[in-house]
Structures are given as structure tokens and as C-alpha cells.
């Protein structure tokens, strides 16, 4: 069975830009969760969805959205960049019934750098 | 506010000598608590988990962690580290608010 994957794995942006993160799940995992790893604020849970449905959000701004699609397959975009969102994007899908709180199976991350 | 701590931010064990990682969180009911582990070639993994039942938890690779609600504590334990033990060790907390908080991290050295 085939892990979590993340593209694209490596993103040079520079400021006031827009990046979009793309998580393939798990086959028959329903809910994604993204998480956020810096140096400095170590790390942070971003937001989950389920059925295409965001049902946990973390503490982030507006500029940090989220979807979901029918085939669970989750994007993550950032907008408006700043050298602050420098980070390694973690996405992990849980196996059913799906849920931040149940096993979770992480990708290998995105390492976003702004320039 | 909601918080978790993991005082030591690095400890160094001999390989076959007993561990225990230190955790903390501020919450009054009681939260849900993991533990992940993360090191370069295997990137991040669920450790354990504790919802409610049992206080003494199993997990994979040999781990164990106890929650003690009267300590808020929720320590991780290994009998006998092995080599492939170093690595980066996360403490963290599910709040009834559907926040998640992370502790800072715990690097784990083994000496052979």
C-alpha cells in the first residue's frame, strides 16, 4: 500500500507570492491533517479535513487555507508569503474512521523556502 | 493558556540503559496525548496514543507512556534503548477546542 505523498517536496518562493501544497493520502484514509515544522516555533498543527469538510483548525492566519477533495486528496495554499513561512509542511492521513486523534501516517513533507 | 512542555531539550543515554522523556500540558479536563518520534530517515511516526482507560500505554518499538492526571504528565519510557533510538521525540495534546499543541521536542543521543 502506498504512503502519504506530498508534492512537490522542494519550493523556492520569494515574498508576497502564493504557493499551493498538494497531499495524496493514504487509498481509503478520509481525513488529512497539515502541519507546519520551523526552528523556531518547532511545530504546528495548521488544520484537518475530513469528507471535504475542515473540522479542526489550529491557530494560523487567514492567509493559510485548505481543501479537500472527493478523492481525499488535500491542498494546502499559502498566501501573500512571508520569510516567516519558511517551514517543512507535513501532511498525514488517518486510517478509518478518520480522525486528527486516530493513527496517523505522515508524508515526507514539503520544504518551503521564501526568499 | 493551553500549553505542553518537554523540559529537556536533549539527553544522552548508553545504549541498553533505560529512558524516560519528560512531558507536561496545562488543561483542566483531560486532553488527548501522543507522542511522535522523528528522525532523518523515517521522518515523523505516531508513537502512541492515550484517549481514556488505562493510564499505561503501549506503542510501537518497545514504548510505553503513563498519563498521570495529577501531575499532567505524560511520560514516555523505554526499558532498553537501542542505537536506532536517537532521534527527535514530540510530546503533544488534542484540546477538547480541536487544537493540537506540540511540545518543543526532546533530542534523544545513544551511546554505544
Known amino acids: 500500500k502506498a504512503g502519504v505523498t506530498q508534492t512537490p517536496r522542494y519550493l523556492i518562493k520569494t515574498r508576497g507570492q502564493q504557493v499551493t501544497l498538494s497531499c495524496s493520502p493514504i487509498s481509503g484514509h478520509r481525513s488529512v491533517s497539515w502541519y507546519q515544522q520551523t526552528p523556531g516555533q518547532g511545530l504546528q498543527f495548521l488544520f484537518e479535513y475530513f469528507s471535504e469538510t475542515q473540522r479542526n483548525k489550529g491557530n494560523f492566519p487567514g492567509r493559510f487555507s485548505g481543501r479537500q477533495f472527493s478523492n481525499s486528496r488535500s491542498e494546502m495554499n499559502v498566501s501573500t508569503l512571508e520569510l516567516g513561512d519558511s517551514a517543512l509542511y507535513l501532511c498525514?492521513?488517518?486510517?478509518?474512521?478518520?480522525?486528527?486523534?486516530?493513527?496517523?501516517?505522515f508524508g515526507p513533507g514539503t520544504r518551503l523556502t521564501v526568499l | 493558556a493551553q500549553s505542553v512542555t518537554q523540559p529537556d531539550i536533549h539527553i544522552t543515554v548508553s545504549e541498553g540503559a533505560s529512558l524516560e522523556l519528560r512531558c507536561n500540558y496545562s488543561y483542566g479536563a483531560t486532553p488527548y496525548l501522543f507522542w511522535y518520534v522523528q528522525s532523518p530517515g523515517q521522518g515523523l511516526q505516531l508513537l502512541l496514543k492515550y484517549f481514556s482507560g488505562d493510564t499505561l500505554v503501549q506503542g510501537i518499538k518497545g514504548f510505553e507512556a503513563e498519563f498521570k492526571r495529577s501531575q499532567s504528565s505524560f511520560n514516555l519510557r523505554k526499558p532498553s534503548v537501542h542505537w536506532s533510538d536517537a532521534a527527535e521525540y514530540f510530546c503533544a495534546v488534542f484540546y477538547n477546542n480541536n487544537d493540537m499543541r506540540f511540545g518543543a521536542g526532546t533530542r534523544l543521543t545513544v551511546k554505544p
Open positions: 498525514a492521513s488517518s486510517s478509518p474512521p478518520g480522525s486528527v486523534t486516530d493513527t496517523q501516517y
